[in-house]
């Protein structure tokens, strides 16, 4: 049986929208998968580190480590849905840009590296950096909404399509004061190296998944209505090579 994993970090409401691509998956390849949902990041380590994960939507932070360090094969990757992040304070706070962020302030963020790392570059711009800022981890993007909008911070970092996909009464309690635009980095589908020989198979399979109505329901029920689109090998090593550039 193939291990399908799912990064912890996307929407709740696309919960539902895996299992259904996972079951038309499998009858698109005729082979049982198990869908794994970790609901955090460190579980989500622990179960890559176990050597059982097969196939996994990886962000693109992870990503970089299981292709160079591991061998993962690229697969795909979301037509239209780069990572980007929103750096955002509650609506009744007075930050309105980032130069209003100062020193010393709390900012909310969650496990998501990526997001962390792109947020500290917005941040450099204003002479903010790791060391003089104050960093509360929570367990989810919804966290960071909910403990911004009571008080308990100043500033919440959060995935966009995480903060796109609150409800209009969080949104409404919270403000934006920048979203990268990056474009360039996003979660990408890879390939356990044992299973080299089925990457052409299972690459077309996600390819197809829109080809018909019942599919392209299941990946509009994911917020990808566009589709998947190939990953190739330069194209992984090339947003690696970004996000080498970030961390450094």
Do not use: C
């Amino acid at each position: 049986m193939i291990q399908f994993l799912i990064a912890p970090d996307f929407p709740p409401q696309y919960f539902a929208g895996w299992h259904l691509l996972n079951t038309r998956l499998q009858r698109q390849i005729n082979t049982a998968i198990h869908l794994q949902t970790p609901a955090s990041a460190q579980e989500e380590l622990a179960l890559i580190a176990s050597g059982t994960v097969d196939i996994i939507y990886a962000n693109p932070f992870d990503a970089a480590q299981l292709v160079r360090n591991m061998g993962y094969l690229p697969l795909v990757r979301p037509v239209n849905k780069p990572d980007e992040m929103v750096i955002a304070t509650a609506a009744n706070q007075p930050l309105q840009t980032l130069e209003d962020i100062k020193p010393d302030m709390r900012v909310l963020h969650t496990e998501n590296r990526d997001v962390k790392l792109i947020g500290l570059r917005l941040l450099e711009a204003v002479d903010l950096n790791e060391d003089n800022l104050q960093w509360l981890e929570v367990d989810a993007f919804q966290a960071v909404a909910r403990h911004l909008i009571d008080g308990d911070a100043e500033v919440g970092f959060f995935l966009a399509s995480a903060y796109q996909g609150l409800s209009s009464l969080t949104l409404n309690q919270l403000r934006t004061l920048m979203e990268s635009k990056i474009t360039d980095i996003s979660h990408v589908l890879l390939l356990h190296p044992r299973h080299s020989a089925q990457q052409e198979k299972l690459r077309s399979a996600f390819l197809e998944m829109g080809n018909d109505a019942a599919g392209q329901m299941v990946l509009e029920d994911l917020g990808l209505p566009e589709g998947f689109e190939t990953l190739t090998q330069e194209d992984a090593e090339f947003m690696i090579d970004l996000m080498e550039t970030l961390l450094d």
